[in-house]
């Protein structure tokens, strides 16, 4: 508060939105809330969540070589909800975020399945987002907002989820010794509470980005108003070597919503994150967000600025408190 006014570290790109449901091939209500991942000839693929005119979310795939603009959409999704198979993604599939396990030279796409039980964190693998294969529900309902980190840290894989608990929805972590069995469960990061940007809920945005400093996480948090919620981005540091423990807490959010695209739609006033890329610099981020539960908008920034902000933007409330 105390130095001015300062330029934002994340930039809305001119063209946004940059994909809505008038760009698709089949008529669907919204599209919104990517995973992202830069495919190795430099292809940027966004792994849409479209949403039909019955409520129901599937996986859709478009792709651009510069990640802006020149969107082409697939003829037809890639993950439809698999009811039979899978009953817990009978009311449809949501919010997916990729990681590139090098280890088994496939993608982890964590999504959440959605049916009676309340919405679940589902795993499936790919190596070309054509086959699929579902390991299914991993974090039982109500569970979501999910990423798993890229390698395994002393010997196991590690996986951020928002579980609904008795202290609201947190951001936890829990380790698995191969990809099936989930435990050792902690709380990472509680919400604030009162007045705070994110005293409401928390939960992951997009996968964590490996830096030298940490492991930064860009998540949400959404404030209860009398005219419901809003939704806003902020970060936070994971200790390098050991991502259980949260280093540092941004006070303030880096993206709320402003533009018309981000206010009006669906669900008004959000601004949700599944999923960004790096470019070639290492440094520059495209965040693809989803704006008011209806399109899909990019934000540029880079990963050093957030970085040096956060080393001066640290929260004296940080939520950390060991709750259990
Ligand atoms: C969250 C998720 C997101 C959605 C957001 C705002 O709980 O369901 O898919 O974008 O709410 O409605």
Known sequence: ?????????????????????????????????PGAVRLQDGTTLLLCRVEDRRGISCLWAARSENGIDGWRIDPEPALLPDPESHPEELWGV????????????????????????????SLALTRDFVRFERLG??????????????????GKWLMLHRPQTGLGSGIWLAESPDLHHWGKHRVLMAARRGAWWDAS????????????????????????????????????LLDRLDPRVCIARGSEWILGPRENYERQGDVGDV???????IGNDGDTIHLYYGGADT??????????????WLAGHGSEETGLTPVI
């Open 1 to 33: 508060m105390s130095d001015g006014k300062r330029p934002f570290l994340l930039q809305r790109h001119g063209a946004n939105p940059i994909l809505t449901a008038a760009d698709w091939p089949h008529t669907v209500n919204t599209v919104f809330n």
């Open 94 to 121: 949501e919010d997916p975020r990729i990681v590139w396990l090098d280890e088994l030279g496939q993608y982890a796409i964590t999504y959440t399945a959605y049916s009676r039980a309340g919405p679940a964190v």
């Open 137 to 154: 529900v991993v974090m039982t309902p109500d569970d979501k907002d999910a990423a798993m980190l890229p390698r395994r840290i002393d």
């Open 201 to 236: 809920r928390i939960g992951l945005g997009s996968p964590l980005i490996e830096t030298e400093q940490g492991w930064l996480m860009i998540y949400h948090g959404a404030r209860q108003t009398a005219a419901g919620s809003l939704y806003r981005l902020g970060v936070a």
């Open 271 to 277: 601004v949700f994150v599944c999923g960004h890329t």
């Open 295 to 308: 399109c899909i908008a990019l934000a540029l920034g880079r990963v050093s600025e957030i970085l040096a």
